[in-house]
């Protein structure tokens, strides 16, 4: 009898130990944009999926790239993370996430349901890596009311672009364009490539060799347009962040502005000012292309080294960035943001929330002209060591042919070192 | 003033706490940072090579190195002494009695509590061209038609975030000197008073030499702190206009964390370390001081 | 008489420069952005309103939110976070401040005080620290707290803080220390006391105003701290209040007044601490003062 109690004591104390066992817990690393959705989202993951506990880490977006770094060289534990179009070839190459394809090619199926620049974002060396956490575009924002007043048509081309400044200009408005100028941030040069989508031309040909120092190209051509509008026609005024564009916008002394697509929701929203006046036509230039760009769940090589977690991983990118894209498509409706699931595009819902702020078949309309950008193991620091010349040019410290000579050389440097 | 002082045992429990301290985030780090400067530490690539001094090589032809270097040594070289200056005047000034002291000595503390970035955001208000509230007071009293365009010239600028680091650094340095201050012993005052030194006179020869080393601390913290800004300057700027407020602090990082390329970055800090070193042993050598720590 | 006007004038100039950008941050945050942002500048048109602390504290969504119909506009959640934000920054503050007084000042009395040998060494590696650029210091220090366990804990803000404010500590209180002048604490070595007493009897009541400089640094230092803070913590338990300062200026869903409130929450501990403390000084000042 005693021994019989014994057991069942054991019994009963070992049960929740293999319960828990049997738990698998994931490390998920975010930066904290709407960390109240995040959790919300995981609670309802965690109420389907009772064997899956999920644990958020969550960092500020500016230092989410140094802050992974960190996490990977401490090898700090993690599975499954927020990752970008520009860290994923960087990651991969070191060693740090994993291709989703290797381990489960039922991934494949969502290929064909992903707009093609997100796709091509998220894939490195042939194979997908993730699925998308929301896909935008960098487009070209205006006031519609301002240019109504005034009578001005929208532009369709940089020189149509100058032509409306200076109009506006002349009229009183001081700096018609407010342009996001900011060297420590990506997305600077990340906004001038979507200029230069827009004239029909690239950054890098199909070898991947510089094109932009050519003075003939369209890239060069844009980033020169941008010394000319500061310099020579003075109708840019600077703003540090998109959010202080957003304000400054806001008070009506801009006209022009080229930023995240999302952005135009931000300066639409109900408590500003203008709410309202902000909307969207293609990217100027002869073949209105522009830059589309992914963020997306990727899974690390830690956790594919390890059956349960990478199974556990799988569950849960598939069902936050696959399944029926309801999580994707709670972030467009709720905040916004864009997506890369072409299913979303004609979703009645999706179009509805964002009829507060654009029009969809516009966004539709660009995006099928939207490219991804060039990403290669070393395009983050190419971007980091270019951006710095990019603000000289812009501001006029620099010759555009300087600055576009030191960009190639240094190129060419890192494709030497690091390239296949 | 100071005596013979008989030699003693190590006092560990005088020291222990903070050697511990010490040893853990202090040698570790300068050990980690001086070997790895000597390697390739490429993050995308696997192996990591002994390339002995190629990686201060790379340093020292960047031209980003140099312009943030000068840029950030004028940046020092202009707030430290400008904060100092201030804030002895501060100090001096809330020793003095006046209706409502104690309340501006609260208040003046209040900068000081305001992290970096935030107090940079407050003064990109305050500078702003398009909404700043300096735009706004002068077009208001009628003194400006258009709006001056604080942030977008390099001269300007770099006044901008001097006066917004400055803003930030004054409540400390008024606190330390405040404390020196106190114990300056006022019979030095009154017989220079006698002698009829006025308030200027006093000033000179009793109020600086008495305060000297606590002056040249405020001095060389408020140096260091310029040498390694970068919270205020790029909420505030971004490093712009052109690269006009770009510094060390920023160039730094970025080597490691966006060039990934530790090996370098590394070495950068090794060589910034030897110069905040040369800057501080410098000023203790030109200017005499009681600080004597080695006897 | 002219120097009394020459110091009311001093004291208000010094007063404007200092308090007005703080003023701003209070107007900022009751001031409706449509007027912040109105061009020409009309900022006292409209009514001021308390909506967005409301929101900070209650969860109450400012009515400049609501749309036409059910939906509303995007507003940000993360801002509700600032009280808790304040708790965080305050008590790790406060422990560093402790340190800082407690065993900064044993090292500077044994600097002052003593003579014994690796005494240079010991307070250059002390001071050494500050000489690496935090991008040098990043990687190790992640290194080490994670070596610890420590990563996204508050004890790791309260290490790493400490060493970055206790070589300035130290420094100020030895020359404090050594500008006391020794026959006091030899009248006391007489009386048969020891180092120790001496210390606590004597050297500590006399560094009062500079104690009290040196644990306003330290909770200072540690209370506006982004860089650590922020690569050393991961979840709210951490989030200290400049991190989340820096994460809502860069936050697309925040208005201007509402990330001003934040700034202006910001102010509170350190004006409570401020105006304890003061008083303290004020007698300490007049009383130690006098003693020499």
């Given at each position: 009898?005693?021994?019989?109690?014994?057991?069942?004591?054991?019994?009963?104390?070992?049960?929740?130990?293999?319960?828990?066992?049997?738990?698998?817990?994931?490390?998920?690393?975010?930066w904290n944009y709407s960390l109240?959705?995040?959790?919300?989202?995981?609670?309802?993951?965690?109420?389907?999926?009772?064997?899956?506990?999920?644990?958020?880490?969550d960092y500020t977006w500016p230092t989410y790239h140094d802050?992974?770094?960190?996490?990977?060289?401490?090898?700090?534990?993690?599975?499954?993370?927020?990752?970008?179009?520009?860290?994923?070839?960087?990651?991969?190459?070191?060693?740090?996430?994993?291709?989703?394809?290797?381990?489960?090619?039922?991934?494949?199926?969502?290929?064909?349901?992903?707009?093609?620049?997100?796709?091509?974002?998220?894939?490195?060396?042939?194979?997908?890596?993730?699925?998308?956490?929301?896909?935008?575009?960098?487009?070209?924002?205006?006031?519609?009311?301002?240019?109504?007043?005034?009578?001005?048509?929208?532009?369709?081309?940089?020189?149509?672009?100058?032509?409306?400044?200076?109009?506006?200009?002349?009229?009183?408005?001081?700096?018609?364009?407010?342009?996001e100028?900011n060297?420590t941030l990506p997305n600077f040069?990340?906004?001038?490539?979507?200029?230069?989508?827009?004239?029909?031309?690239?950054?890098?040909?199909?070898?991947?060799?510089?094109?932009?120092?050519?003075?003939?190209?369209?890239?060069?051509?844009?980033?020169?347009?941008?010394?000319?509008?500061?310099?020579?026609?003075?109708?840019?005024?600077?703003g540090s962040h998109e959010t202080k564009v957003d304000l400054?916008?806001?008070?009506?002394?801009?006209?022009?502005?080229?930023m995240y697509?999302y952005m135009?929701?931000a300066?639409?929203?109900?408590?500003?000012?203008?709410?309202?006046?902000?909307?969207?036509?293609?990217?100027?230039?002869?073949?209105?292309?522009?830059?589309?760009?992914?963020?997306?769940?990727?899974?690390?090589?830690?956790?594919?080294?390890?059956?349960?977690?990478?199974?556990?991983?799988?569950?849960?990118?598939?069902?936050?960035?696959?399944?029926?894209?309801?999580?994707?498509?709670?972030?467009?409706?709720?905040?916004?943001?864009?997506?890369?699931?072409?299913?979303?595009?004609?979703?009645?819902?999706?179009?509805?929330?964002?009829?507060?702020?654009?029009?969809?078949?516009?966004?539709?309309?660009?995006?099928?002209?939207?490219?991804?950008?060039?990403?290669?193991?070393?395009?983050?620091?190419?971007?980091?060591?270019?951006?710095?010349?990019?603000?000289?040019?812009?501001?006029?410290?620099?010759?555009?042919?300087?600055?576009?000579?030191?960009?190639?050389?240094?190129?060419?440097?890192?494709?030497?070192?690091?390239?296949? | 003033?100071?005596?013979?002082?008989?030699?003693?045992?190590?006092?560990?429990?005088?020291?222990?706490?903070?050697?511990?301290?010490?040893?853990?985030?202090?040698?570790?780090?300068?050990?980690?940072?001086?070997?790895?400067?000597?390697?390739?530490?490429?993050?995308?690539?696997?192996?990591?090579?002994?390339?002995?001094?190629?990686?201060?090589?790379?340093?020292?032809?960047?031209?980003?190195?140099?312009?943030?270097?000068?840029?950030?040594?004028?940046?020092?070289?202009?707030?430290?002494?400008?904060?100092?200056?201030?804030?002895?005047?501060?100090?001096?000034?809330?020793?003095?009695?006046?209706?409502?002291?104690?309340?501006?000595?609260?208040?003046?503390?209040?900068?000081?509590?305001?992290p970096g970035s935030v107090?940079g955001i407050?003064?990109l208000w305050?500078?702003?061209?398009?909404?700043?509230?300096?735009?706004?007071?002068?077009?208001?009293?009628?003194?400006?038609?258009?709006?001056?365009?604080?942030?977008?010239?390099?001269?300007?600028?770099?006044?901008?975030?001097?006066?917004?680091?400055?803003?930030?650094?004054?409540?400390?340095?008024?606190?330390?000197?405040?404390?020196?201050?106190?114990?300056?012993?006022?019979?030095?005052?009154?017989?220079?008073?006698?002698?009829?030194?006025?308030?200027?006179?006093?000033?000179?020869?009793?109020?600086?030499?008495?305060?000297?080393?606590?002056?040249?601390?405020?001095?060389?913290?408020?140096?260091?702190?310029?040498?390694?800004?970068?919270d205020?300057?790029y909420s505030l700027t971004g490093?712009?206009?052109?690269?006009?407020?770009?510094?060390?602090?920023?160039?730094?990082?970025?080597?490691?964390?966006?060039?990934?390329?530790?090996?370098?970055?590394?070495?950068?800090?090794?060589?910034?370390?030897?110069?905040?070193?040369?800057?501080?042993?410098?000023?203790?050598?030109?200017?005499?001081?009681?600080?004597?720590?080695?006897? | 008489?002219?120097?009394?006007?020459?110091?009311?004038?001093?004291?208000?100039?010094?007063?404007?420069?200092?308090?007005?950008?703080?003023?701003?941050?209070?107007?900022?945050?009751?001031?409706?952005?449509?007027?912040?942002?109105?061009?020409?500048?009309?900022?006292?048109?409209?009514?001021?309103?308390?909506?967005?602390?409301?929101?900070?504290?209650?969860?109450?969504?400012?009515?400049?939110?609501?749309?036409?119909?059910?939906?509303?506009?995007m507003?940000t959640?993360e801002v509700?976070?600032?009280?808790?934000?304040?708790?965080?920054?305050?008590?790790?503050?406060?422990?560093?401040?402790?340190?800082?007084?407690?065993?900064?000042?044993?090292?500077?009395?044994?600097?002052?005080?003593?003579?014994?040998?690796?005494?240079?060494?010991?307070?250059?590696?002390?001071?050494?620290?500050?000489?690496?650029?935090?991008?040098?210091?990043?990687?190790?220090?992640?290194?080490?707290?994670?070596?610890?366990?420590?990563?996204?804990?508050?004890?790791?803000?309260?290490?790493?803080?400490?060493?970055?404010?206790?070589?300035?500590?130290?420094?100020?209180?030895?020359?404090?220390?050594?500008?006391?002048?020794?026959?006091?604490?030899?009248?006391?070595?007489?009386?048969?006391?020891?180092?120790?007493?001496?210390?606590?009897?004597?050297?500590?009541?006399?560094?009062?105003?500079?104690?009290?400089?040196?644990?306003?640094?330290?909770?200072?230092?540690?209370?506006?701290?982004f860089?650590?803070?922020n690569?050393?913590?991961?979840?709210?338990?951490?989030?200290?209040?400049p991190v989340i300062m820096a994460a809502l200026s860069t936050n697309t869903d925040v208005a201007w007044?509402m990330f001003?409130?934040g700034v202006?929450?910001?102010?509170?501990?350190?004006?409570?601490?401020?105006?304890?403390?003061?008083?303290?000084?004020?007698?300490?000042?007049?009383?130690?003062?006098?003693?020499?």
């Open positions: 009898m005693k021994r019989f109690v014994w057991i069942l004591v054991l019994a009963i104390l070992l049960i929740p130990a293999l319960a828990f066992a049997q738990k698998v817990t994931l490390e998920f690393v975010v109240e959705t995040i959790q919300d989202n995981i609670a309802q993951f965690q109420k389907s999926n009772p064997d899956i506990k999920v644990n958020v880490k802050t992974m770094v960190l996490r990977f060289k401490g090898k700090t534990k993690t599975d499954i993370m927020y990752n970008g179009e520009d860290w994923l070839p960087e990651f991969a190459a070191a060693g740090w996430v994993a291709a989703l394809e290797d381990y489960f090619p039922e991934v494949r199926k969502y290929k064909e349901k992903t707009a093609p620049y997100a796709l091509a974002d998220m894939t490195y060396n042939g194979k997908l890596y993730g699925l998308s956490y929301y896909a935008d575009l960098i487009t070209f924002q205006y006031n519609k009311k301002i240019l109504k007043d005034k009578g001005i048509t929208a532009p369709n081309t940089w020189d149509d672009v100058l032509n409306a400044s200076l109009k506006l200009k002349a009229g009183g408005l001081e700096f018609p364009i407010c342009y100028y060297e040069l990340q906004a001038y490539i979507s200029q230069v989508y827009g004239r029909g031309g690239t950054m890098f040909d199909a070898k991947l060799a510089p094109q932009f120092n050519n003075p003939n190209s369209e890239a060069f051509k844009q980033m020169q347009w941008l010394q000319d509008a500061v310099v020579k026609h003075k109708i840019v005024a600077y400054a916008m806001n008070t009506g002394q801009h006209a022009f502005t080229v697509n135009l929701a300066m639409n929203n109900a408590d500003k000012p203008l709410s309202g006046d902000f909307d969207m036509i293609p990217m100027p230039g002869a073949k209105h292309g522009c830059l589309g760009f992914a963020k997306f769940y990727c899974m690390t090589t830690q956790a594919a080294k390890d059956p349960a977690r990478r199974n556990a991983a799988w569950k849960f990118i598939e069902a936050f960035g696959g399944g029926d894209y309801n999580v994707a498509k709670r972030w467009a409706v709720e905040k916004g943001l864009g997506f890369a699931a072409l299913p979303l595009m004609d979703d009645p819902d999706v179009k509805k929330a964002w009829a507060n702020w654009i029009d969809m078949d516009k966004f539709k309309a660009q995006a099928k002209l939207a490219f991804n950008g060039t990403q290669t193991e070393w395009m983050g620091m190419w971007s980091g060591f270019f951006r710095p010349l990019m603000a000289k040019a812009i501001n006029g410290d620099s010759t555009v042919k300087e600055v576009m000579d030191q960009g190639a050389l240094k190129w060419s440097e890192y494709k030497e070192l690091l390239g296949k | 003033m100071s005596s013979k002082l008989e030699l003693t045992r190590y006092p560990l429990q005088w020291l222990f706490p903070v050697l511990i301290l010490v040893i853990v985030f202090t040698i570790y780090p300068f050990a980690y940072a001086i070997y790895n400067s000597f390697f390739q530490i490429l993050l995308v690539l696997p192996t990591t090579p002994f390339i002995g001094l190629k990686n201060y090589m790379r340093v020292v032809v960047s031209p980003y190195f140099w312009e943030s270097l000068v840029n950030t040594l004028i940046f020092a070289a202009v707030t430290a002494p400008v904060t100092v200056i201030i804030s002895l005047g501060v100090a001096r000034l809330l020793l003095t009695k006046f209706v409502g002291r104690g309340a501006v000595r609260a208040l003046v503390l209040l900068p000081w509590a305001i107090a407050l003064w305050i500078f702003h061209g398009q909404f700043g509230v300096l735009n706004a007071l002068l077009y208001s009293l009628g003194i400006i038609r258009t709006y001056i365009q604080f942030l977008k010239d390099p001269l300007l600028a770099k006044i901008c975030v001097m006066i917004a680091h400055v803003w930030t650094q004054v409540p400390f340095a008024s606190v330390l000197l405040m404390a020196a201050l106190t114990t300056i012993n006022k019979e030095l005052y009154e017989a220079a008073e006698v002698d009829g030194a006025g308030s200027f006179r006093r000033l000179i020869s009793v109020t600086i030499p008495s305060a000297a080393g606590m002056l040249i601390i405020a001095l060389i913290y408020e140096l260091i702190i310029g040498i390694t800004a970068y205020v300057v490093g712009g206009p052109g690269g006009a407020t770009t510094l060390l602090s920023y160039y730094i990082w970025k080597e490691s964390f966006t060039q990934l390329n530790f090996g370098t970055g590394s070495a950068l800090g090794v060589l910034v370390a030897l110069l905040t070193l040369a800057l501080i042993t410098t000023i203790l050598k030109v200017i005499p001081n009681q600080i004597m720590v080695k006897e | 008489m002219g120097k009394k006007i020459f110091v009311y004038i001093a004291a208000f100039a010094l007063l404007a420069f200092t308090v007005v950008p703080l003023l701003l941050v209070l107007l900022g945050s009751i001031i409706p952005d449509a007027s912040i942002l109105s061009f020409p500048p009309r900022w006292f048109t409209r009514k001021p309103t308390l909506a967005y602390y409301d929101y900070v504290f209650t969860g109450k969504i400012p009515t400049a939110y609501e749309l036409r119909g059910a939906e509303r506009g507003i959640e509700r976070q600032v009280p808790r934000g304040m708790g965080v920054s305050a008590s790790v503050a406060v422990m560093v401040m402790a340190v800082n007084m407690v065993f900064g000042s044993m090292a500077a009395y044994s600097f002052a005080r003593l003579r014994f040998r690796g005494k240079a060494m010991t307070f250059s590696g002390i001071v050494m620290c500050r000489l690496l650029p935090a991008a040098a210091l990043a990687v190790p220090f992640y290194l080490i707290v994670q070596a610890l366990g420590l990563l996204d804990t508050k004890l790791a803000l309260v290490l790493v803080h400490s060493i970055l404010t206790l070589p300035f500590t130290v420094l100020i209180l030895t020359v404090f220390f050594r500008s006391i002048p020794v026959e006091i604490e030899e009248a006391a070595k007489i009386d048969g006391a020891n180092p120790w007493r001496t210390f606590w009897r004597i050297t500590l009541p006399l560094s009062a105003s500079s104690m009290v400089a040196v644990g306003l640094f330290a909770f200072m230092l540690s209370y506006s701290e860089l650590y803070s690569i050393l913590g991961g979840s709210e338990k951490t989030r200290t209040l007044g001003m409130s202006f929450l910001t102010l509170i501990p350190t004006l409570v601490l401020v105006i304890l403390v003061w008083n303290f000084v004020v007698e300490g000042i007049i009383f130690g003062g006098s003693k020499f």
